[in-house]
């Protein structure tokens, strides 16, 4: 597996729907406003395998204290390869110094995000106006 990782690719739409849709994400049902919302993004981290768009994650971000990471995705053909841990990790280097990094975990997702150094947050409670349903 030659995996080429990347925060400065360029993407395409038809590409990105596709690996959104594998994973069931309802944002690529408004394609336009995911690969705006991706484009604008502070980073954009991609995964490629011979060229093929595998993996792909974002970071929302102030710029010196906060960042987010909204979005982490692999293809499901290519997960548990250590694709998702080295687009994290590539994010995280570069937001080192960040008073904050914050995400959202899927419930089957928590296990790896605490091997990544994450951890819930206080007593606190994610809460969300969210129009998708894949994440109940």
Same mark, same amino acid.
């Given at each position: 597996?030659?995996?080429?990782?990347?925060?400065?690719?360029?993407?395409?739409?038809?590409?990105?729907?596709?690996?959104?849709?594998?994973?069931?994400?309802?944002?690529?049902?408004?394609?336009?406003?995911?690969?705006?919302?991706?484009?604008?993004? %502070?980073?954009?981290?991609?995964?490629?395998?011979? /060229?093929?768009?595998?993996?792909? /994650?974002?970071?929302?971000?102030? /710029?010196?204290?906060?960042?987010?990471?909204?979005?982490?995705?692999?293809?499901? %053909?290519?997960? /548990?390869?250590?694709?998702?841990?080295?687009?994290?990790?590539?994010?995280?280097?570069?937001?080192?110094?960040?008073?904050?990094?914050?995400?959202?975990? %899927?419930?089957?997702?928590?296990?790896?995000?605490?091997?990544?150094?994450?951890?819930?947050?206080?007593?606190?409670?994610?809460?969300?106006?969210?129009?998708?349903?894949?994440?109940?």
């Amino acid at each position: 597996m030659s995996l080429k990782l990347s925060l400065e690719d360029q993407i395409e739409t038809a590409e990105v729907i596709s690996l959104y849709k594998a994973n069931a994400w309802s944002s690529a049902e408004q394609p336009d406003k995911l690969i705006s919302g991706l484009k604008n993004s %502070d980073s954009l981290v991609t995964a490629r395998i011979s /060229g093929k768009l595998v993996g792909i /994650g974002n970071a929302i971000s102030d /710029g010196s204290l906060v960042v987010y990471y909204p979005h982490m995705l692999v293809h499901p %053909d290519h997960k /548990g390869k250590g694709i998702g841990r080295s687009m994290m990790e590539l994010l995280q280097k570069k937001y080192f110094s960040f008073h904050q990094q914050m995400l959202t975990a %899927d419930a089957q997702a928590i296990g790896f995000y605490k091997t990544l150094g994450f951890e819930r947050a206080g007593k606190t409670e994610p809460m969300w106006i969210y129009s998708g349903n894949e994440h109940l």
